[in-house]
């Protein structure tokens, strides 16, 4: 398994194949992920423990939350960010295609 250290939390890499890929995200509490999209990947997310908060446009106002148990689909060219309410430490299952490095970022706390 390979474990690469974020901003935001880790995500520990646990399958990778040249037709899919299986991750272990951790966000730390009060943290998000980029604002983003893709133009290939694609990817399956599953909230393992915690709470997920997601955002599907630019306004930082607009968001839902998905309880432990829920799932949630990206397709290719979707705005999404991923973060972890304050207070609440969120685990998250991703599967998707093998795309990695395909990020496109809009909008990133961190300045990345």
Do not use: C
């Amino acid at each position: 398994m390979k474990k690469i250290e974020k901003p935001w939390g880790y995500e520990e890499i646990w399958a990778e194949t040249k037709n899919y890929v299986g991750k272990r995200l951790v966000i730390l509490p009060g943290h998000r992920l980029s604002l983003q999209y893709h133009e290939k990947k694609e990817e399956t997310i599953y909230v393992m423990e915690g709470l997920l908060r997601v955002w599907e446009s630019e306004d930082g106002n607009i968001y839902r939350d998905l309880p432990m148990g829920a799932t949630y689909h990206v397709k290719p060219k979707q705005i999404h960010r991923f973060g972890s309410p304050n207070g609440v430490l969120t685990v998250l299952i991703e599967v998707s295609t093998p795309e990695l490095n395909d990020v496109i970022r809009l909008q990133d706390d961190y300045k990345r």
